[in-house]
């Protein structure tokens, strides 16, 4: 079975520090994807970043980008210069063909002022 | 852009009742899906549908049926609920295989 895990259940940093959120997944898969979503407070799940498994470079999105370990079966997130909307829960997710995702238990995390 | 449309944003059901989570998109897409949100936890898969017709079960199907006559409708039914079903329900659609999946607002449902 597929498996998503989230070591940190919280985090918290001051505004425009850099903070990186793990994450470690396993699949028997060897072409697949990998997520990161956003969920604030409205509880609207967002779309940060997402990488392909069957690409070397890591994927990078502004602010927010991934270390991607594939032999290590590691996908963590970094998001530079943090800001006060970077709060929310932050769940990762492995793509199980057709779109179907399974979602690790989260990390909440707080950008303090 | 509407994109994903979840009704009604709240419910509160009694045990035994029965009701349907309705879930519209109008993006065209033919990947659409049910998940649900435990408190505190992430999302676990209820059922998926890869187009008009065509429904499969997810990781968590127990308790809960779906139909998917058109492209844009994707229905969810709970027969009986019971409080294990308080949760909130999570539609989402895709264009393809590969493509990303646009959620809906959620469905916040409280089964007492």
């Known amino acids: 079975a597929q498996t998503v895990t989230q070591s940190q259940p919280e985090m918290s940093v001051q505004e425009a520090e850099t903070v990186t959120l793990s994450c470690t997944y396993d699949t028997s898969e060897s072409n697949y994807y990998l997520f990161w979503y956003k969920q604030p407070p409205s509880r609207q799940m967002i779309l940060v970043i997402r990488q392909e498994a069957y690409k070397q470079q890591n994927a990078t999105e502004n602010r927010f980008s991934v270390n991607f370990q594939k032999a290590a079966k590691s996908f963590s997130l970094k998001i530079s210069d943090s800001q006060l909307g970077d709060t929310a829960m932050y769940f990762c997710a492995l793509e199980q063909g057709a779109q179907k995702l399974v979602f690790g238990q989260g990390t909440r995390l707080t950008i303090n002022p | 852009n509407a994109g994903v449309t979840q009704t009604p944003k709240f419910r509160i059901l009694k045990i035994g009742q029965s009701m349907t989570l309705q879930c519209t998109q109008d993006?065209?897409?033919?990947?659409m899906y049910w998940y649900r949100q435990d408190p505190g936890m992430g999302l676990k898969l209820i059922y998926y549908s890869v187009g008009a017709g065509i429904t499969d079960k997810g990781e968590v199907p127990n308790g809960y049926n779906v139909s998917r006559s058109t492209t844009e409708d994707f229905p969810l039914r709970l027969e009986l609920a019971a409080p294990s079903q308080t949760s909130v329900y999570f539609c989402a659609s895709s264009y393809s295989s590969r493509g990303e999946a646009f959620f809906g607002q959620g469905t916040r449902l409280t089964v007492v």
């Open positions: 993006m065209n897409h033919n990947y």
